[in-house]
């Protein structure tokens, strides 16, 4: 006997939850397999969301439809805008989260969506129909015996792929501490003719809050006004705050770390994955910052319900009594008691040159991969890909034209095109730094940027379209209002004093006195009174106000990139054959004809962000395919 679903998402992590999510709202029937129903959407490691370029991408997510910021409001525990010192292309939420009510939350959403079942079992082989290289994806059997078919399946398996822990010269196989590992997904897109290579993670110990002198520590709490990460109204920002404290390391931890490098599975072959460079274990710190002393370390909540602590930079897969030895040496942490200490785990993925921008893998029709197994670190981008996978595997089978994000509509779309475009040598984390269009891809307006796509698609209801476009309609009237509003010489020379601004010697429009450092247009409405009856009488959200005010300081440069995004954009307009032969071009080096033929880009765009792929190649492919 078989059941037949529409889609079927493999694993129930960050990816696979969106994913499912997005698939079942937009009027797929969505199987969601998972191994465990209890750990939906679980925190495997940090028990936080955001952060620096990652917040950006909670936000977009909100933006298009999904869920992770509507869960992060309801479960956090502090939050904090990340970089407010510096310009607003790099202001980043993050919010640690309550563990357990996360998974619980996003447990009672996709119980509660329609067109969503759930399967509580284990994959263990992909069933295909076709010869390689003609195939498409059939179904899914599982560990009880039982199969599925469906018309796309969605790969998003996480750090379970013949998952290995590793703890000094202790290891098991397992998905994560607790958990089995996956078998048999691997061999069957193997056997395929996919290519397979093997990533390493780690986390940190495990800690009894009723163990740790925190007066001994330093306090780091939350913003004084914190915000929240849905641009939904159906949310709102945390009320009751609990803090975080900030731990060092000193150089006798550091002594006592050294002496197990000799029996670290990470530094005598044990490992052979590679490990996240932007998140290194602590014995990686100390080999990589030799000469330093001292490592900050963040201790962190778990939840308001239990006493367990993360402590955040201590990730290692040093033998425990080693990580129990270092732990018990640093302040505050003199008598700690350990839940667990930390482990490293290797685990399968498949390099994303594999993949088309949809996710859609290249060798076999209606296959989709996210997160994880492409490569990538962290839940932010994992549900970045899950989501966008769920709605082109709907798209796909109902005959809908695709959803590609570009780099210059979001970080979303950098993200992706990354991973297809350059593949990755170690696991992916975002970075401002990778978006060259970034002061266009802020926190703040990712609705702005977002919404209409995500309505359109269906994943916005009318309702919260509403709510955007209110938004939307106050930052124009704003900015409107402060461009025709003129302030006399000398009417807020008591405010300008309070920020160390020049007076005005002659009159000036609202709009050219913000762009001014130091003045907001919060402060400015406190010492002009038609300004503030502006905002007040239309209802102006402070959302909006800060929206508006961040437009004019930032209106030079947001114009020049839009200006440079333009004219990048022919390259994106130009196509090239999906069969076209690039061995015939005698005047393309080899190495770009090889990484040609190997990525096949769809457009002289994404050719040109091949590596290895050079501007005169590019140019040989414009003479071939019109400037």
């Excluded at 709102?236 to 029996?263: M, N, W």
């Excluded at 088309?356 to 076999?364: N, P, S, W």
Aim: aromatic fraction near 8%.
């Amino acid at each position: 006997m078989t059941l037949h679903y529409d889609i079927i998402v493999i694993g129930g992590g960050h990816a696979g939850c969106e994913a499912a999510s997005a698939a079942a709202r937009l009027g797929s029937r969505t199987l969601l397999l998972t191994m465990d129903m209890t750990k939906l959407a679980n925190m495997s490691c940090n028990p936080a969301v955001g952060g620096v370029a990652k917040g950006q991408i909670v936000r977009e997510i909100d933006a298009l439809g999904g869920r992770m910021a509507r869960i992060t409001d309801r479960t956090t525990l502090q939050f904090r805008m990340l970089n407010r010192s510096k310009g607003a292309a790099m202001w980043s939420p993050r919010a640690q989260c309550d563990k357990s009510r996360f998974s619980a939350e996003w447990r009672h959403e996709l119980e509660n969506t329609e067109n969503l079942y759930i399967w509580q079992d284990a994959a263990v082989e992909l069933l295909f129909e076709g010869e390689n290289g003609h195939s498409r994806i059939a179904g899914v059997r599982t560990r009880m015996g039982v199969t599925f078919s469906a018309e796309c399946v969605i790969l998003t398996a996480g750090t379970f792929l013949n998952g290995l822990m590793h703890c000094g010269a202790a290891h098991a196989a397992g998905g994560r501490a607790g958990d089995a590992a996956a078998t048999g997904i691997t061999e069957s897109l193997a056997d395929r003719g996919f290519e397979v290579g093997r990533m390493k993670t780690g986390t940190p110990a495990r800690l009894d809050a009723r163990t740790i002198n925190f007066d001994a520590l330093e306090l780091q709490n939350g913003d004084e006004t914190p915000s929240k990460f849905s641009f939904s109204t159906d949310t709102q920002a945390v009320k009751h705050q609990l803090p975080c404290f900030l731990v060092y390391t000193t150089a006798e931890v550091h002594a006592i770390l050294r002496s197990g490098f000799d029996r670290s599975p990470l530094f005598n072959g044990t490992i052979h994955g590679i490990g996240p460079r932007y998140c290194p274990s602590i014995e990686d710190k100390l080999r990589t910052f030799a000469e330093k002393d001292q490592h900050q370390l963040f201790l962190e909540p778990e939840g308001e319900s239990t006493n367990e602590y993360y402590l955040n930079g201590f990730s290692s897969s040093l033998p425990w009594e080693v990580q129990y030895e270092a732990l018990h040496r640093i302040r505050g942490l003199e008598n700690v008691h350990i839940y667990r200490p930390g482990y490293a785990i290797e685990y399968d993925y498949f390099p994303p040159t594999q993949l088309h921008h949809t996710l859609e893998t290249k060798l076999v029709e209606g296959l989709y991969f996210a997160g994880q197994v492409n490569g990538t670190t962290g839940y932010e981008e994992a549900a970045a890909q899950g989501l966008m996978a769920g709605i082109n595997a709907h798209h796909k089978r109902t005959g809908k034209k695709p959803v590609i994000l570009q780099r210059d509509q979001a970080y979303i779309g950098v993200l992706i095109d990354d991973l297809v475009t350059k593949g990755v040598d170690e696991p992916y984390r975002m970075f401002t730094s990778r978006a060259e269009y970034r002061i266009l891809l802020r926190q703040d307006n990712a609705d702005l940027r977002l919404t209409p796509i995500g309505h359109e698609i269906g994943l916005i209801t009318t309702k919260e379209f509403a709510v955007f476009e209110q938004k939307k309609s106050f930052v124009e009237s704003l900015l409107s209002f402060a461009r025709r509003t003129s302030i006399h010489a000398g009417e807020i020379d008591d405010y300008l004093k309070t920020v160390d601004s020049e007076p005005m010697r002659q009159g000036k429009r609202v709009y050219d006195l913000v762009l001014r450092n130091g003045i907001t247009v919060e402060g400015l409405a406190d010492a002009l009174p038609k300004l503030k009856n502006f905002i007040e009488k239309n209802g102006i959200s402070p959302e909006a106000v800060e929206e508006a005010e961040i437009q004019i300081k930032y209106n030079g440069y947001i114009q020049r990139e839009k200006h440079i995004a333009e004219k990048l954009h022919r390259l994106e307009e130009i196509a090239i054959p999906d069969d076209f032969d690039y061995m015939s071009m005698q005047s393309l080096t080899i190495e770009a004809r090889q990484k040609l033929i190997r990525i096949r880009p769809k457009t002289i765009g994404q050719a040109s962000r091949i590596p290895g792929v050079s501007p005169a190649d590019i140019n040989v492919l414009l003479v071939k395919f019109g400037r």
